[in-house]
């Protein structure tokens, strides 16, 4: 997918990986969704591509799924067309069980579900595309925090099965993985009963990628639009993962 000219709503596009993509992809008319307002940041990406349209709607990703159609609803009769939802919400905190599972994994399974309300091409929809940031956590576990690791896994399985179900959609699907990522998401963070207070130390002593790095790989795997990808962004690199398979329902 050329990234030009699109119409593209980027849930938690002003955060540390979202701001930096949303700088990456701002040849395209942005959508952004978050629970925090930034208006310096939305005034900048303005100013960075003054012919696009930037608009900033507040949207916290644990609401239900009628009020996120609702507010699709709004972005869709001024849009028209949609071609790019991505799902990036995200906190990391074992300390908030509940919150972490309905931010991470249920809050991207909600906004999706009721996107599907106008892209279904059952529904006579155009069908579209879903680029979820997951985590290499999903992958395997930063075992210190179980619970997040946990989510990001359940958001990863669900985004494979979107892949899986285009066929029948028409929505296409792909996951995004970004190993650590210097932003304010992983400074400090509390591990789940506390089974290592230095979690965050000890992590940050390996090494990192940056934001932008991200961010760069991250317009890599949105051109190359594919779907079922499971894209690993580690470290500086773009890699495509391939998943070992266990078990097939053979349906
Ligand atoms: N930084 C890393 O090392 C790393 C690695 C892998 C995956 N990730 C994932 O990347 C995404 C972005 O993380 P980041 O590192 O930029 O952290 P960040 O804290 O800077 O960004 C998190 C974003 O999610 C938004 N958000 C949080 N709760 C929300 C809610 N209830 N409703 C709507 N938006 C909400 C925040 O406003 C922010 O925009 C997250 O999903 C995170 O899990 C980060
Ligand atoms: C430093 C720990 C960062 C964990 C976020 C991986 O998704």
Redesign the pocket.
Same mark, same amino acid.
């Given at each position: 997918m050329a990234i030009a000219n699109k119409n593209i709503i980027f849930? $938690?596009g002003? #955060? &540390? /990986? &979202?701001l930096d993509t949303s700088r990456e992809i701002v040849k395209s008319n942005l959508v952004i969704l978050?629970? /925090?307002d930034n208006p310096a940041a939305i005034a900048e990406l303005k100013a960075i591509n003054p012919k696009v349209t930037i608009t900033f709607y507040p949207?916290? =990703?644990?609401v239900s799924v009628a009020e996120s159609t609702k507010l699709l609803k709004v972005i869709f009769d001024k849009l028209k067309t949609v071609d790019l939802l991505i799902n990036? $919400?995200? %906190? @990391?905190d074992d300390y908030q069980i509940e919150r972490t599972i309905a931010?991470?994994f249920a &809050?991207t399974v909600n906004t999706t579900t009721a996107i599907m309300a106008f892209w279904d091409k059952r529904k006579g929809g155009p069908g579209g595309v879903i680029a979820n /940031?997951c +985590?290499?956590?999903g992958f395997n576990a930063i075992y210190q925090v179980p619970v997040y690791s946990a989510s990001?896994a359940a958001a990863l399985s669900f985004t494979n099965s979107l892949a899986k179900l285009a066929p029948i959609t028409g929505v296409t699907a792909y996951s995004i993985?970004? #190993? %650590?990522?210097k932003?304010? @998401? =992983?400074h400090k963070f509390n591990s789940w009963l506390d089974v290592e207070p230095r979690v965050a130390e000890l992590l940050l002593e390996h090494p990192t990628q940056t +934001?932008l790095q991200c961010a760069q790989n991250f317009v890599k795997a949105i051109e190359a639009n594919q779907n079922g990808a499971i894209w690993k962004l580690d470290l500086g690199r773009l890699e495509a993962i391939e998943w070992t398979k266990h078990w097939d329902s053979g349906i």
């Open positions: 849930v $938690a002003l #955060g &540390g /990986i &979202g978050d629970r /925090i949207y916290d =990703v644990t990036g $919400a995200g %906190i @990391l931010v991470n &809050g /940031i +985590s290499v956590t990001k993985n970004p #190993g %650590i990522t932003t304010t @998401l =992983v +934001s």
